[in-house]
């Protein structure tokens, strides 16, 4: 590593995101703490993202913060709320930050609250004047440039060298626990099944409720593997809709943390996804998926890429909008549930006899 960077031992990971974002993190996590053994790594995370970091084992605290620069809604940070993070960082004395952001924010904020707080290496990607925010202020990649390699662009700048590029997460015995209580809770005693994921953080990029509960039932008709369909609290109408009424198909909603999430998806044979996190969980467990994929951002920035996977969608004039609702009728998903069918069982490498219909 260049210079001061190489003495480090208490070190700062700014992921203001979502769950997804801090696991695409995985990478340049691993590739941080490999040259630097003796550090302790702690994630500044958002309330959503927090929970991700128990399937990163490099990281050995988490800092949670409603960052004002990261909110849409106005109220729901303070500046109380930003004096108080400021001095918390103080108080943990940390000797590097390094501030992670995709290709669409802004590193700067954060860059500033931990100059204020008195981090005195701090690293993140800017290419106009920012003072003395950063110690190290590294140029942007392409904004083509997938996120999990943007964030290992970072550390590269730092002289980290990269010994494994790919996601790898790791749930704790903990987490298959859980797991495994919610599988016997939901009637679904094979070592394989199908997971269902229909939810996502945008309504921009979620396949339509009715289509994802036609692909439930033919699922489970055509390969005969039990579906779990499974999502968050606030996804349980959603979750419960597509389930409904379908004999081999178990419904799972907010009884699951993040890390037992992933030990489900770790457990599958398969997962069928939005753009969301569990496609990013399929990938750093190494489980097949298949993706109903909006047009609201590129393929090549957040898609998986060393497991086998199919991305569904259709190309439109206004993709890619990166809209939080879409203004249509989600045009880039009309993807008929047959042919999502086709590429479960196309991915699974089942031959049904008689086809899909």
Do not use: K
């Not at 190489?6 to 990478?27: F, H, K, M, T």
């Not at 990607?125 to 202020?137: I, L, P, R, S, Y």
């Not at 999430?261 to 069928?272: C, D, F, N, S």
């Not at 496609?279 to 497991?307: K, N, Q």
Request: glycine share 8%.
């Amino acid at each position: 590593m260049i210079g001061r960077w190489q003495q480090a031992r208490r070190i700062l990971l700014v992921r203001l995101d979502n769950a997804g974002d801090v696991v695409l993190l995985s990478p340049a996590v691993r590739a941080l703490a490999e040259a630097l053994p003796g550090a302790r790594l702690t994630l500044l995370a958002s309330p959503g993202g927090a929970p991700a970091a128990g399937l990163l084992p490099e990281v050995d605290e988490v800092i949670v913060h409603r960052a004002a620069w990261q909110q849409l809604r106005p109220g729901v940070a303070t500046a109380e709320g930003e004096a108080t993070l400021i001095e918390r960082l103080r108080g943990e004395a940390f000797d590097a930050a390094l501030v992670f952001t995709s290709f669409s924010q802004t590193a700067y904020a954060a860059g500033y609250a931990c100059f204020l707080a008195g981090v005195p290496l701090r690293a993140g990607f800017g290419q106009h004047f920012a003072g003395q925010v950063f110690t190290e202020q590294v140029p942007p990649p392409p904004d083509a440039t997938h996120q999990a390699d943007r964030n290992l662009r970072l550390v590269e700048a730092l002289g980290v060298s990269v010994r494994d590029r790919s996601l790898r997460l790791a749930p704790s015995e903990t987490a298959r626990a859980e797991a495994a209580s919610v599988l016997a809770a939901a009637g679904i005693e094979a070592a394989r099944y199908v997971l269902i994921a229909p939810g996502a953080s945008a309504q921009a990029r979620r396949y339509p409720r009715a289509a994802f509960a036609e692909v439930a039932r033919e699922v489970h008709r055509i390969t005969g593997l039990p579906v779990l369909v499974t999502g968050s609290e606030a996804e349980r109408a959603l979750v419960q809709a597509v389930a409904a009424g379908s004999p081999g198909v178990g419904a799972l909603a907010g009884a699951v943390s993040v890390p037992g999430l992933a030990a489900l998806v770790e457990q599958a044979a398969l997962v069928v996804a939005n753009n969301s996190l569990a496609m990013h969980l399929a990938e750093g467990l190494g489980v097949p998926s298949v993706i109903t994929y909006a047009g609201t951002d590129p393929a090549e920035r957040w898609a998986p890429r060393r497991t086998p996977s199919t991305l569904l969608s259709r190309p439109v004039p206004c993709a890619p909008c990166y809209a939080i609702v879409c203004p249509y009728d989600r045009e880039c998903l009309d993807v008929p549930p047959q042919e999502v069918v086709r590429a479960v069982r196309d991915v699974l490498g089942l031959a049904v006899a008689g086809g899909v219909r």
